[in-house]
């Protein structure tokens, strides 16, 4: 099955700095790569997406990339402000055969902590 | 429009004991999966659901089952509690299956205690 890895565990930054998180997977039918902001306590929510014909997303401050030669996909934020004080999860997800690309293997994620 | 919403919010069980979650997906979505989220795991998938029947399982005991009714709820059951269980149970739900790059939308979780 699919593995996700995800890098760093923690990160600290200051605010306006640039946050970039990392993760590979394994499974090459994967085709949709989604991002997860979950705040204390809160559900995750998704901020920002990417699929296999796409190299590079963004919308604001959030960018996404993805590279499927070497498996990897990033997601960098820019300027950061406290309030994205959060954990940030990446996941993978093949289109299985019937279509459905519900089956979300998600990396361990990353406690982001911007330092006013 | 509503989101999804789960019920309980937070519950304790014994161990040994059975325990039902409920989910109400977003209106029109179809489609429901649920995912177990705990510290040392992360966030595993367990299984989804689209038009009453189980599409897809995830690597957990036979003790964690679930269901999907004509209207889209769905339940999921856990048998026989163990300690281990203790989680948040998040539901998500999407709109239709078939369609590449469904947007998965997750419900504010059930907090499982089990003691």
């Known amino acids: 099955g699919e593995n996700v890895e995800q890098h760093p565990s923690t990160l600290s930054v200051q605010e306006g700095d640039s946050a970039v998180i990392k993760c590979t997977y394994s499974?090459?039918?994967?085709?949709?790569f989604p991002w997860y902001k979950q705040e204390l306590g809160k559900r995750p929510q998704l901020i920002i997406d990417?699929?296999?014909?796409?190299g590079e997303k963004k919308d604001q401050r959030i960018a996404v990339t993805l590279n499927k030669t070497a498996k990897h996909f990033s997601l960098h934020i820019t300027e950061t402000q406290p309030e994205d004080s959060a954990v940030y999860f990446c996941?993978?997800?093949?289109?299985?055969?019937?279509?459905?690309?519900?089956?979300?293997?998600f990396g361990k994620g990353t406690l982001l902590t911007v330092n006013p | 429009k509503a989101g999804v919403t789960q019920t309980p919010r937070y519950l304790i069980k014994t161990r040994g004991q059975q325990v039902t979650l409920s989910c109400s997906p977003i209106?029109?979505?179809?489609?429901v999966s649920w995912y177990q989220q705990t510290p040392g795991q992360g966030l595993q998938f367990l299984f989804e659901?689209?038009?009453?029947?189980?599409?897809n399982k995830g690597n957990f005991p036979g003790r964690f089952s679930g269901r999907q009714f004509s209207n889209s709820r769905s339940e999921m059951n856990v048998s026989t509690l163990e300690l281990g269980d203790s989680a948040l149970y998040l539901c998500?739900?999407?709109?239709?299956?078939?369609?590449?790059?469904?947007?998965?939308?997750f419900g504010e979780g059930s907090w499982l205690t089990v003691v």
């Open positions: 998500a739900s999407s709109h239709r299956q078939g369609v590449s790059g469904n947007t998965i939308y």
């Open positions: 499974d090459s039918a994967s085709n949709y």
């Open positions: 990417i699929r296999s014909n796409v």
């Open positions: 996941a993978a997800s093949p289109e299985n055969s019937g279509g459905s690309n519900y089956k979300l293997t």
């Open positions: 209106s029109g979505h179809r489609s």
């Open positions: 659901y689209f038009s009453e029947t189980q599409r």
